[in-house]
């Protein structure tokens, strides 16, 4: 249950961000699709260790690949755009989250994975169509857009768990 409070303050800070308010520059774009994409993939990975059931499994296995993906691929546009691309880290909250997650067990921690993907993916949605729409480096600005449809498909499987 404190995941799920979590995920619900997760989702509420991320949206309260200021750089939600105004424009990204190209290198906290690169920060923060990075610090997504691990939270992605790590968080995917620890439901991996012991969720039995199917359809949790299927997505968070996608998650891993298509995250992957979207970091390589934010880091060659990076590259195109002479953007300085750090390996990614997770935030104090994301990281929070993990830890949440991983002392979480059996049915709870399939619960409290759905809730902060909903929640990560809300604010992933966000972070590239506002770079898609408002960034300055144009590589990076089409990578985001082409990631939009693939973040927008995640919040549909989210919606039928």
């Known amino acids: ?3 799920l409070m979590i995920s619900a303050a997760f989702g509420a800070v991320i949206l ?10 190209p290198s906290e774009y690169v920060t923060t699709a990075g610090a ?11 439901v991996l260790e012991t969720t039995p059931n199917p359809a ?11 995250h992957t993906k979207s970091t390589a691929d934010v880091k060659a ?7 300085k691309v750090a390996p990614p880290k ?35 949605l966000a ?5 898609a729409t408002e960034g300055t480096a144009p590589a990076l600005k089409t990578t985001a857009a082409a990631i939009v449809p693939v973040v927008e498909h995640h919040i549909m499987m989210l919606k039928a768990m």
């Open 77 to 83: 546009a990076a590259m195109k755009s002479r953007v």
């Open 56 to 66: 949790l499994r299927d997505f968070a296995q996608t998650m891993v690949a298509q």
């Open 90 to 124: 997770l935030s104090p909250l994301q990281q929070e989250l993990v830890t949440e997650l991983r002392a979480e067990k059996g049915t709870a921690r399939d619960a409290a994975y759905v809730a902060q993907q909903k929640a990560a993916h809300g604010q992933a």
């Open 127 to 131: 972070v590239q169509k506002a770079y």
């Open 1 to 3: 249950m404190k995941t």
């Open 36 to 46: 997504s994409d691990l939270y992605e993939i790590t968080s995917s990975k620890v």
């Open 16 to 25: 309260a961000s200021p750089a939600m308010a105004q424009v990204m520059t």
